[in-house]
């Protein structure tokens, strides 16, 4: 996935409307000072930071409220570099943007919002097991789930293709604007999804299946994982890595390495995008930010592709998820102003606004936000993203859960499960050594 633009700050003022629907009550007030300062993430879609500045106008305008926004690149991680500083200043913006693990990372540093996410959940529906696990802490909400950024990494792969080379219609198995076709898509499982890629590959269309130290990577693998019941380390904190599941896991990698791309072991984040976009793939596991590029930059590719849900294992079938969270330091100075705008952003109008400016990127967390038009609409060809929601049978897969937060966030930075893999396939090492060489790793992550 490719950075936008630099970070850049603006300040809002002027009259709007307002918003309606779940509200926290905020009381003008010489302690709220009539300013808010947020940090929110620099969006990879061109236009997307324009819908967030035009949400948060909304609200200043209404309660007025001078709201300050830095939009902030996650290019050179400045955006977790942002969150470390000044949490060690105790200073900094009333509302920051929290990737994946910081929320969880940070907590202590965070004002409970228990008060704005339980009563988003009453009005929109549950949120998936992976949001919880790493938005609440010790029974507490330390951030709220966001929209703008969450993002699932399903498959996305060539219609085209897969007619000729598998022998399936993949808009038939997970048709647009309608449930999946029961009888196929009961028969997409890790299996049958090995059986496509060595067919792919002997067709001279390999899939673009990452396997080095990235999120794309370490994503998909741990959803691979969780689907076959391989646990490193259990929710209790002990290590499971040695098992009959993980054994069965890498066995399967074992098949599958040879069949993709010979550099798989050293593309970073971009690479599956490039591999689709370049003609020579047949599947990724990404976001649509891979489709949207390539309709501008290879729109033959484009009107091709297809995104679809994940493959099941024996487990279930679980979606590489990777939640985004808004947040606010509990030394904040304006943490009534705050939490309305977080509960004017999370309404069900501003995600729609969000998720239609990132031509479908941005996911909401909460289940009856999930029907959308955009998903429907944006093409071509129209529907292709359509699946792209998780449905009623998806686990959303956090990889390296359930193990306590501060040991998975370690597993997944220092990428234990794909480094297993490359233990296995490419050094010369059996299985039993890769895992007894995950077991030493764990085991230090322990003391750490």
């Not at 501008?296 to 679809?308: G, I, L, Y």
């Not at 944006?378 to 009623?392: A, L, Q, V």
């Not at 234990?416 to 893999?421: A, F, H, P, R, V």
Request: aromatic share 10%.
């Amino acid at each position: 996935m490719q950075q936008q633009s630099p970070t850049r700050r603006r300040v809002l003022q002027g009259a709007a409307v307002a918003a309606t629907a779940l509200t926290v009550p905020f009381v003008r007030g010489a302690a709220a000072a009539g300013k808010l300062t947020c940090g929110f993430w620099d969006h990879w879609v061109p236009g997307a930071n324009d819908t967030m500045t035009k949400l948060c106008k909304e609200w200043g305008d209404k309660e007025k409220v001078e709201v300050s926004i830095d939009y902030i690149t996650s290019q050179g991680d400045k955006n977790l570099l942002t969150i470390a500083s000044e949490a060690q200043a105790r200073s900094g913006h009333d509302i920051l943007s929290f990737p994946t693990w910081y929320a969880s990372a940070n907590a202590e540093n965070l004002e409970p919002v228990d008060d704005i996410v339980n009563g988003l959940i009453s009005q929109y529906g549950k949120v998936a097991s992976a949001v919880e696990y790493l938005g609440k802490q010790e029974g507490h909400w330390v951030a709220v789930p966001a929209t703008a950024g969450t993002q699932t990494k399903p498959p996305c792969a060539r219609i085209d293709l897969f007619k000729q080379h598998v022998g399936i219609d993949l808009t038939q198995m997970y048709p647009a604007g309608g449930a999946p076709n029961k009888e196929l898509a009961d028969k997409w499982t890790w299996d049958s999804f090995l059986t496509a890629a060595e067919k792919c590959s002997k067709a001279g269309f390999p899939f673009g299946m990452p396997l080095g130290q990235t999120t794309d990577a370490v994503d998909w693998v741990g959803a691979v994982f969780a689907a076959h019941g391989a646990v490193l380390v259990n929710d209790k904190g002990d290590i499971t890595v040695k098992s009959d599941a993980t054994k069965q896991v890498l066995e399967w990698f074992k098949k599958m390495v040879p069949l993709l791309p010979g550099d798989v072991f050293a593309w970073d984040d971009a690479g599956n995008n490039k591999w689709l976009i370049s003609g020579k793939g047949a599947l990724i596991m990404n976001p649509p930010s891979a489709w949207a590029v390539a309709k501008r930059d290879a729109p033959q590719v484009a009107e091709q592709c297809w995104t679809f849900q994940a493959p099941a294992g024996p487990k279930g079938r679980y979606d590489p998820t990777l939640p985004y969270f808004w947040g606010t330091w509990n030394f904040s100075a304006n943490k009534p102003a705050a939490k309305s705008l977080l509960t004017f952003l999370s309404q069900r109008s501003s995600a729609e606004q969000m998720v239609s400016a990132s031509q479908g990127y941005d996911l909401p967390c909460f289940e009856k936000l999930h029907d959308f038009k955009t998903w429907a609409e944006e093409g071509p060809p129209k529907g292709t993203i359509y699946n792209y929601p998780p449905k009623e049978d998806q686990i959303a897969s956090i990889a390296c859960a359930p193990a306590p937060t501060k040991i998975a966030q370690q597993i997944y930075s220092q990428a234990t499960m794909t480094k297993m893999i490359a233990h296995c396939t490419q050094q010369a090492q059996s299985i039993d050594q890769a895992i007894d060489w995950a077991s030493q790793e764990l085991e230090g992550f322990m003391r750490s």
